[in-house]
C-alpha cells in the first residue's frame, strides 16, 4: 500500500501500533484470505479509526505508509497520499489485496491487453479487492490528500513493477515490499 510501495519515509516520532487491538476485527484465521474476505477486512479496519488515525500524516515528496498488522496469513497497511503520487503498473506476487479508502480519492488501472487500461476512481468509503496475478497501478486522484488502508494475503513480501518498452514489449522488475514503488521509466 501500498501501501501500500512501502519503502520507509523518515520516521517521526509516533506511537507504536499495537497489534493486538487490531484481533477484535473480525476475520477468518488459521488461512490465507481471499480477495473479498480482504476487502471486507479492510472495510472493518476502516471502521475502526480508533486504531490508525494517530498514524496519518502527508508528505508532499512520496507516500507515507506504516504498517498495522502482520501475521502469518495477513498484512496490513496505512498508506497517505497526495498530489502525483503513483505506485505506477505492478503485482503482489503470490498476494491478493484489498485496498479501501478513508478519505480522499484514488485511481486505480488495470493493464489490458490491447487496449488502453481499464481504469475506475475510488472514491472515501469504496474499496475494492484483487488477485496476486491482477497488474494495476494505483494514483492519488481529487485535490485533497487521501487515506488509505492496505491488506494482503499471504503477507506482501515481493512485487512485480513493470514498464513497457518502445517497441511495446512489457518488462517486469522484480522486488521487494520495502522498496517504495513508483512508475519506471520506458526501456529502450
Known amino acids: 500500500m501500498s501501501a501500500a510501495s512501502l519503502s520507509a519515509v523518515p520516521a517521526v ?13 473480525p476475520r477468518p484465521r488459521g488461512r490465507e484470505l481471499s480477495g473479498p474476505e480482504l476487502e471486507t477486512f479492510a472495510g472493518e479496519l476502516a471502521d475502526r479509526p480508533e486504531l490508525w488515525i494517530d498514524l496519518v500524516r502527508h508528505d508532499t515528496a512520496q507516500r507515507v505508509y506504516e504498517e498495522l498488522l502482520s501475521d502469518e496469513h495477513l498484512t496490513a497497511w496505512l498508506i497517505c497520499w497526495m498530489d502525483d503520487h503513483d505506485t505506477g503498473f505492478h503485482d503482489h506476487d503470490v498476494s491478493s489485496g484489498a485496498v ?3 478519505s480522499g480519492a484514488v485511481r486505480e488501472e488495470r493493464l489490458t491487453i490491447g487496449g488502453p487500461p481499464s481504469v475506475r476512481n ?12 491482477d497488474i494495476h497501478r494505483v494514483r492519488h486522484a481529487g485535490a485533497d490528500p487521501a487515506v488509505t488502508l492496505h ?16 517497441d511495446g514489449v512489457l518488462a517486469r522488475h ?11 521509466k520506458q526501456t529502450s
Do not use: C, K, N, W
Open 100 to 102: 479501501a479508502v478513508v
Open 122 to 133: 475510488v472514491p472515501v468509503g469504496a474499496s475494492f479487492h484483487f488477485s496476486a496475478a
Open 13 to 25: 516520532e509516533l506511537a507504536a501500533v499495537d497489534q493486538t487491538a487490531f484481533a477484535s476485527i
Open 174 to 184: 522484480p522486488m521487494s515490499y520495502s522498496e517504495e514503488l513508483r512508475p519506471l
Open 151 to 166: 491488506v494482503y494475503s499471504p503477507p506482501l513480501l515481493r512485487m512485480g513493477a513493470y514498464a513497457i518498452g518502445e
